[in-house]
């Protein structure tokens, strides 16, 4: 499952700009989400901040080591939840990425904690998968086309 992740953002980060012209999508600017964000973060008991952006985020633990740019390789654990909180996928085990090849959300808020930080990230659609969406590799759709997530963040390490 982790894998399955791992190339789903590489794969959405690739292909992101092509959502619009393939599905006739159009993105969903990120205020028209904010309601939906703050009620999300609201009903979950998520003291959160809001980044200019628009991702509104709580930072569990700062860490303590280097924190991570885009031209970081890092590592993560971490758990990505719908607005009805079904799990949509999780890794138990660190998995390694460079930071420059995920979603916007995480390139905007991961910077702002640590080696051995905890950050929860509600992130507006637009930052996330956008128009795309994300099917898993027998082509079902596990995560909808501007559909706005949580994720739960744990930085293993950053190179």
């Not at 993105?27 to 952006?53: D, F, G, M, R, W």
């Not at 659609?125 to 128009?131: G, I, V």
Request: proline content about 7%.
């Amino acid at each position: 499952m982790k894998q399955f992740f791992a190339v789903l953002v590489v794969f959405s980060v690739l292909c992101g700009s092509c959502g619009k012209k393939e599905t006739g999508c159009e993105p969903v600017p990120v205020a028209n989400e904010k309601s939906q964000l703050i009620a999300y973060c609201n009903a979950n008991n998520i003291t959160y901040t809001e980044h200019t952006s628009g991702v509104y985020y709580q930072i569990m633990d700062p860490g303590t080591g280097p924190s991570p740019t885009t031209a970081s390789t890092i590592s993560f654990v971490y758990t990505g939840k719908h607005f009805d909180n079904t799990v949509f996928d999780a890794s138990a085990n660190p998995v390694t990425y460079p930071l420059s090849g995920l979603i916007d959300a995480w390139k905007i808020t991961l910077p702002l904690i640590k080696k051995g930080g905890r950050i929860k990230i509600i992130t507006p659609s637009a930052l996330a998968y956008s128009c795309t969406g994300s099917k898993n590799n027998l082509g079902q759709v596990v995560i909808q086309p501007n559909e706005p997530l949580f994720f739960e963040v744990t930085l293993s390490d950053v190179k």
